[in-house]
């Protein structure tokens, strides 16, 4: 079993910015998924954005211009830079690795934004 471990959520006020991490001691590097996705309450859980090991990154379209996914292939780590939040944005957070898609995922990390 693969265990990810994400930190990096909190309370921030709409416009601020927060930057998740999500480690793994399992080897990112020759993995072909790595994803963030979020749940607020009451909703289903959606794709944030995906960073694959070959090709063109993903971002929703509600993140696009304001979220960066990253990928750390030496420490084992994926990022989700979060900037110019909005309370929309408030949901649990998920990072989520695999081959083929996300077969891996975190325990999550709670994000809330405040207007």
């Known amino acids: 079993q693969v265990q990810l471990v994400e930190s990096g959520g909190g309370l921030v006020q709409a416009g601020g910015s927060l930057r998740l991490s999500c480690a793994t001691k399992r080897s990112i590097f020759e993995l072909d998924y790595t994803g963030w996705y979020r749940q607020a309450p009451g909703k289903q859980r959606e794709l944030v954005a995906v960073?694959?090991?070959?090709?063109?990154?993903n971002y929703a379209e509600f993140v696009k211009g304001r979220f960066t996914i990253s990928r750390d292939n030496v420490k084992n780590t994926l990022y989700l830079q979060m900037s110019s939040l909005k309370p929309e944005d408030t949901a649990v957070y998920y990072c989520a690795i695999g081959h083929l898609g996300p077969t891996f995922w975190g325990q999550g990390t709670q994000v809330t934004v405040s207007s």
């Open positions: 960073l694959p090991r070959r090709g063109p990154t």
